[in-house]
C-alpha cells in the first residue's frame, strides 16, 4: 500500500510539471553574448561548458558573438558582483526584437551555477533546442561549501579507469546541480608508484595536477585529503621527509583552497603529536599558497585522545588552523561536536555516502542477505534517507564534501547538491528532475518512480517484499521500452541491474532457505526416530542442491551482461575477477552475488565433527534446536531489526542516523559459522547496548545464553537490572560458541529483567545472539 501511495505522489508531481509545458521558445540559433567580457579562464570555461553540453544533448552548436544579433535570439551572460554567494538570476527578456535569455551571475561561481540551471530547464531533441519563454528563476544556495571526493586511487570502485575526458564530464555532471568544490585524493609525489594500477589510462600524478587545475579553471574550491600515511613521522627526520613529499605537490598546483588532515582513517598518531605535525604542514601550506585552509579532523581520537584534540583547540587557539571536519568514527555527534569546538572554528561534514554497512550511516532494516552479496559499497541509490541525513544536521556546518570512492554513490551525491542548495527540495521531485536532466525527458518520470522504489527494495526483510518483485517489472518494461541511447547510458545500466539484482537475490533466499528447511526436518525426524545416517545424507543431498539448480538463471546472465555494460560504459568494477575491484568490499557485488545465504556451511560442518551414533544424534539435536529458547524462554538474534524484539532501540534510525548513541544492525565478522553470528547488534564507542524483557514468570528461574562474535573482536561486562554483575569483561570465544549464566531469582521475580553491556575494550560492543530460557 505504501508503494503504491508513493507512486501516486510522484505521478501527482509529474502530472503538474506535464501541466506547466506550454508554448516553448525556440533557442537553436542562438548566440552567446557576453557582457563585460574578461576572456579569463573562468569565462573560457564556463562558455564551453554551456556551448558543449547543449551540443552532446542536441548536437545544436551555439555561437559567440559580440553582441546580441538582430535576427536570432540571444544567451546572456553577466555578472553584477552583489547578492548571495553564488546566488544567480535566470530569466527570459522579450523586451527587444528578439528574446534573450539573461543568466545574471552574483559572481563567477553564480555565473556557472546559472549555466546548470538553464541547462536543467532546456529541453533538447536532435537539432532542437526550446525553453520555457515564461523562465524567472532568482536563486542561490543555502549551504556554503557542497563538494565531492573524486579519489583517482586503485581503491576506487570507478573513477581509477577514467580518462580525463570522463572525468570533466563527470565534474560537469555535479555542476550542473550546485557543486562547489573538488576535494582529490591526491598522488603526493611523482613516483609514488603505489597510486597507480595497470587499468589507470593516466599517470595518477598527472591526473592529480590536472584535476586541480581543471577545477580551478571551473572556478571549483580546490581541496586535497592528504592524511599522514608514512610510518616514521615522530622521528625528525621521517617528519622532513613526509613534508618535503607535500612540497613537491603544493608546488606543483597553481591553487588549493583547502587541505584536510584527518586524525585518523588512514592514521594513528595521538593528537599530541599529531597537532604539531598540522602546524608544521599548515606552515608549509601557508609559505605556497598563503590564502589556503587547514582542517583536521577528530577521526579514530579515542576517550582521552580525543578530550586531548577538543583541549588543545580550547586552550591553544591555533591561527593556523581553519576548521574542523567531523568525518565517519568520530566518537561524538555532529551536534556535541559543534558544541565543544570552538566557534571560531567552523565545522564542515566529511559523510560517507557510498557505503551501507560498517560505515557511518548504515543502511537500516537491512536484510543480512544484502548484507552478504550486496555488501559494504554497492549501487546504493537511497535519496529519502539521505535527503533526511543531510537536513538533520545542515545547520551545524558550514557545508560538507563527502567521502566516495566511485559512481556507485551517483544518486547519493546528486541529493547531497540538490538539498545543499535548498533543503525544502522535495525528493520525489529531485529524483524526476535526476532522470531527466541525466537519463532521458521522455522517461523521466517512471525512472525517478524506479530509483525510488530501489531504496524501498532494501527495507525489511527480503523473502517476503512485494516491492522488489514489482520493481523489477517495472524496470524491465522501462527496459524493453529504452532505445539504444537510453540503454547505453550508464546510470540507466546502474538502476536495471540493480532491480535484476534485488529480484535475484530474493529468489535465491527463498530457494536456499526452503532447502535448509527441508534438512532441517529430515534432520528432525531422525532425531524423533534414531536414524542419524540416512537422515544426515538426506539433509545433505538437499542442501547440495544448491550447487546446480539456480533459481532465475536469466536474471542471474542479465546482471553479468549489465556488469560488462557498466566496465565498457563508466568502467565500473563490479567484480574482481573480470573488471578490476581491487577487493571484494570495494564495489564488487557481483563478485558476492553468489555467496551462501543460509546456513549450509556450518550444518555440514556441524555435521561432519561429529562421528559415532552418539556424537552424531547429539549435533543433530543441536543443529535443529538451535534456536528453541524452550517453553517460557525467548531468542533474539541481532542484527537483524524483525528478530530482535527485547532490543532497547534507543533514539533510532530518524534522530541518529550515524548510530552514535543508538544500536544499530552489524555484519560481518564469522565469515565461516552460522549466519546468526554474521549479525549482531553493535553499539559504538562508549554507547551502553540494552535488552529489556517483561512479562516474564515471576515464579521462574532463569538461564541466559550469549554468542559474542564481530570483527571488533572487543570485550564488555554485562549487567543485570542496573546492580547484578552476570559477568565481568568478555569477549568472542575462539571456536565461537554461546556461554551461559544462570540469573538469581530476584532479577526476575517481578516480570522484568534489563539486559545492560559496557564496553571494556576496542570500538564498540557487538552481541549476536541472546537466549533467556526458563529453566
Not at 535526476?434 to 525510488?452: C, K, T
Not at 527463498?510 to 524423533?528: I, N, P, V
Not at 550447487?547 to 565500473?572: F, H, K, Q, V
Amino acid at each position: 500500500m505504501e508503494y503504491l501511495i508513493l507512486l501516486v505522489v510522484i505521478a501527482a508531481v509529474v502530472s503538474l510539471a506535464s501541466a506547466s509545458q506550454g508554448p516553448r521558445l525556440g533557442l537553436a540559433q542562438a548566440s552567446i553574448v557576453v557582457a563585460d567580457a574578461t576572456d579569463d579562464d573562468q569565462e573560457r570555461k564556463a562558455i564551453q561548458f554551456l556551448t558543449q553540453e547543449v551540443k552532446r544533448r542536441s548536437g545544436v552548436e551555439w555561437r559567440r558573438a559580440s553582441e546580441p544579433p538582430a535576427d536570432k535570439p540571444a544567451v546572456i551572460l553577466t555578472m553584477r558582483g552583489r547578492g548571495a554567494p553564488e546566488g544567480y538570476s535566470l530569466a527570459v527578456q522579450s523586451s527587444g526584437k528578439q528574446p534573450a535569455v539573461v543568466i545574471e551571475g552574483n559572481d563567477v561561481r553564480g555565473r556557472l551555477f546559472g549555466i546548470g540551471r538553464l541547462l536543467r530547464s532546456l529541453s533538447f531533441s536532435r537539432g532542437a533546442v526550446t525553453l520555457d519563454p515564461d523562465l524567472h528563476i532568482t536563486s542561490a544556495p543555502q549551504v556554503a561549501v557542497r563538494g565531492h571526493q573524486l579519489a583517482n586511487r586503485p581503491k576506487s570502485n570507478s573513477y581509477d579507469a577514467w580518462d580525463k575526458a570522463r572525468f570533466e564530464q563527470y565534474l560537469r555532471d555535479l555542476i550542473i546541480f550546485g557543486a562547489n568544490a573538488l576535494e582529490i585524493i591526491p598522488s603526493v609525489t611523482p613516483d609514488d608508484d603505489s597510486a597507480s594500477n595497470e587499468i589507470m589510462p593516466v599517470d595518477p600524478w598527472e591526473m592529480t595536477l590536472w584535476l586541480a587545475e581543471t577545477a580551478r579553471q571551473y572556478g571549483l574550491l580546490v581541496y586535497m585529503w592528504v592524511p599522514n600515511i608514512e610510518n616514521d613521522l615522530l622521528a625528525p627526520e621521517g617528519r622532513r621527509g613526509a613534508l618535503d613529499r607535500r612540497r613537491v605537490l603544493y608546488e606543483a598546483c597553481r591553487r588549493v583552497d583547502a587541505v584536510l588532515v584527518p586524525g585518523g582513517d588512514p592514521g594513528n598518531l595521538h593528537p599530541r603529536d599529531f597537532m604539531p605535525l598540522a602546524a608544521e604542514h599548515a606552515a608549509l601550506l601557508h609559505g605556497i599558497h598563503p590564502e589556503c585552509e587547514m582542517w583536521v579532523s577528530a577521526q579514530n581520537f579515542r576517550g582521552e585522545a580525543l578530550d586531548y584534540f577538543y583541549a588543545y583547540l580550547r586552550n591553544e587557539r591555533p591561527d593556523w588552523l581553519h576548521g574542523v571536519v567531523h568525518g565517519p568514527w568520530v566518537e561524538d555527534s555532529i551536534p556535541h561536536t559543534r558544541e565543544v569546538v570552538p566557534e571560531q572554528y567552523p565545522l564542515r561534514r566529511y559523510p560517507d555516502i557510498c557505503h551501507c554497512c560498517r560505515c557511518q550511516y548504515p543502511m537500516p532494516a537491512w536484510d543480512q542477505a544484502f548484507a552478504i552479496t550486496a555488501n559494504r559499497e554497492p549501487i546504493n541509490p537511497r535519496p529519502t534517507q539521505y535527503a533526511h541525513i543531510h537536513n538533520l544536521f545542515a545547520d551545524y556546518a558550514v557545508g560538507f564534501v563527502t567521502y566516495s570512492d566511485g559512481i556507485n554513490d551517483d544518486v547519493n551525491k546528486f541529493v547531497w547538491n540538490v538539498m545543499a542548495w535548498d533543503r525544502t527540495t522535495d525528493v520525489a521531485q529531485a529524483m524526476l528532475e535526476f532522470a531527466r536532466v541525466y537519463v532521458s525527458p521522455e522517461m523521466a518520470d517512471d525512472i525517478a518512480q524506479g530509483i525510488l522504489a530501489l531504496e524501498r527494495n532494501w527495507d525489511g526483510p527480503v523473502a517476503g517484499n512485494p516491492v522488489i518483485e514489482d520493481t523489477l517489472a517495472h524496470w524491465q518494461g522501462l527496459e524493453r521500452r529504452a532505445g539504444r541511447e537510453v540503454l547505453a547510458n550508464w546510470r540507466f545500466q546502474q538502476m536495471l541491474l540493480r532491480a535484476y539484482y534485488d529480484a535475484y537475490v530474493q529468489a535465491r533466499v527463498r530457494f536456499e532457505r526452503q532447502l535448509e528447511r527441508e534438512a532441517l526436518g529430515s534432520l528432525a525426524g531422525a532425531a524423533a526416530q534414531g536414524g542419524c545416517d540416512h537422515a544426515i545424507s538426506a539433509a545433505k543431498a538437499v542442501l547440495a542442491r544448491a550447487d546446480n539448480e539456480t533459481p532465475r538463471r536469466e536474471w542471474r546472465r542479465r546482471i553479468d551482461e549489465l556488469t560488462d555494460n557498466l566496465w565498457e560504459s563508466i568502467g565500473a568494477q563490479l567484480t574482481v575477477e573480470r573488471h578490476h575491484a581491487s577487493g571484494w568490499e570495494r564495489g564488487a557485488m557481483v563478485t558476492t552475488l553468489d555467496w551462501p545465504l543460509n546456513d549450509r556451511r556450518w550444518i555440514e560442518a556441524e555435521l561432519a565433527a561429529a562421528q559415532g551414533e552418539e556424537h552424531k544424534r547429539a549435533a543433530i539435536r543441536r543443529i535443529v534446536g538451535w534456536e528453541d529458547p524452550g517453553p517460557g524462554g525467548f531468542y533474539d538474534n541481532l542484527g537483524q531489526r524483525w528478530s530482535e524484539p527485547h532490543l532497547v532501540p534507543g533514539p533510532g534510525r530518524e534522530a541518529d542516523p550515524g548510530f552514535v548513541v543508538s544500536p544499530q544492525d552489524e555484519f560481518g565478522g564469522a565469515d565461516d559459522g552460522r549466519l546468526s553470528w554474521q549479525c549482531q547488534a553493535q553499539t559504538l564507542f562508549g554507547t551502553p547496548l540494552r535488552m529489556r524483557y517483561e512479562g516474564l514468570h515471576p515464579q521462574a528461574w532463569y538461564r541466559l545464553r550469549i554468542t559474542y562474535a564481530g570483527r571488533y573482536h572487543g570485550s564488555a561486562g554485562l549487567i543485570a537490572n542496573g546492580t547484578h554483575e552476570v559477568h565481568g569483561p568478555l569477549g568472542q570465544s575462539d571456536p565461537i560458541a554461546p556461554v551461559e549464566f544462570d540469573l538469581p531469582h530476584a532479577l526476575t521475580a517481578g516480570g522484568t529483567l534489563e539486559l545492560e553491556w559496557r564496553r571494556a575494550s576496542k570500538r564498540g560492543i557487538q552481541v549476536a545472539e541472546v537466549w533467556l530460557i526458563r529453566r
